[in-house]
């Protein structure tokens, strides 16, 4: 399946800034079984058209798009009693799988309330430290208390679960490198959660999600 905004989304409108692609391409007239990665809950959907299918979740608005393909819908004919036995919430297709698709993996933000500056992250090694000509960093700070080429941040694609994983590393500390509550050394690595904050010298930065 295509991954261009086109083919998944159509013109539809993102909510909340994110969207949950459906990975598995759905036969056209049979019904699914959506679980909203965003709250949990659950509801159904039936695909209309190949292309740019849009479904929001009832419960939080979260937006679904997926693309479809043609196939045969087997037609089944049930009693009335059998049809009074269905569970008309549990469709007969079983579940789909989703994934998040987000064009930044992750953010660093930084500044005051009316000041705030923010730098994104790209897949691979992101290298941040102290503004240096001779060694400069991906992401640099005007602070004197930070070293240079400070910590880098390798982000990885998770093929498992379509997310990322972001792994911090201390490459150099004149002054300590504080994660959250942890103190890290030269050499100590630490696995990022959205949230976190990322203490260099005197400047303290916050590791949010990324947005479309």
Same mark, same amino acid.
Request: aromatic residues 8%.
């Given at each position: 399946?295509?991954?261009?905004? =086109?083919?998944?989304?159509?013109?539809?409108?993102?909510?909340?800034?994110?969207?949950?692609?459906?990975? @598995?391409?759905?036969?056209?007239?049979?019904?699914?079984?959506?679980?909203?990665?965003?709250?949990?809950? *659950?509801?159904?959907?039936?695909?209309?058209?190949?292309?740019?299918?849009?479904?929001?979740?009832?419960?939080?608005?979260?937006?679904?798009?997926?693309?479809?393909?043609?196939?045969?819908?087997?037609?089944?004919?049930?009693?009335?009693?059998?049809? %009074?036995?269905? =569970?008309? *919430? %549990?469709?007969?297709?079983?579940?789909?799988?989703?994934?998040?698709?987000?064009?930044?993996?992750?953010?660093?933000?930084?500044?005051?309330?009316?000041?705030?500056?923010?730098?994104?992250?790209?897949?691979?090694?992101?290298?941040?430290?102290?503004? @240096? @000509?001779?060694?400069?960093?991906?992401?640099?700070?005007? =602070?004197?208390?930070?070293?240079?080429?400070?910590?880098?941040?390798?982000?990885?694609? @998770?093929?498992?679960?379509?997310?990322?994983?972001?792994?911090?590393?201390?490459?150099?500390?004149?002054?300590?490198?504080?994660?959250?509550?942890?103190?890290?050394?030269?050499?100590? *690595?630490?696995?990022?959660?959205?949230?976190?904050?990322?203490?260099?010298?005197?400047?303290?930065?916050?590791?949010?999600?990324?947005?479309?």
């Amino acid at each position: 399946m295509s991954t261009t905004k =086109d083919n998944i989304l159509g013109n539809a409108t993102l909510l909340g800034g994110k969207v949950y692609r459906i990975m @598995d391409k759905a036969v056209m007239g049979k019904t699914y079984t959506i679980v909203c990665e965003k709250c949990g809950k *659950s509801f159904t959907t039936t695909p209309k058209q190949l292309k740019g299918n849009i479904e929001k979740c009832p419960y939080c608005k979260a937006v679904y798009g997926y693309n479809a393909k043609k196939g045969v819908v087997k037609q089944t004919v049930k009693t009335q009693t059998e049809e %009074a036995k269905r =569970d008309e *919430s %549990a469709p007969d297709t079983g579940k789909i799988k989703l994934r998040n698709v987000l064009k930044y993996p992750g953010i660093l933000e930084w500044g005051g309330l009316f000041f705030k500056k923010k730098a994104l992250l790209h897949i691979g090694k992101n290298t941040i430290g102290r503004k @240096d @000509d001779r060694e400069p960093s991906e992401i640099s700070f005007s =602070d004197e208390y930070m070293s240079r080429k400070s910590v880098e941040i390798d982000v990885e694609k @998770d093929n498992n679960t379509g997310g990322y994983r972001f792994k911090l590393t201390v490459l150099r500390a004149s002054n300590p490198v504080i994660v959250g509550s942890n103190q890290l050394m030269v050499g100590n *690595s630490i696995y990022l959660n959205y949230g976190d904050t990322i203490k260099l010298g005197n400047t303290v930065i916050t590791f949010k999600e990324g947005k479309k």
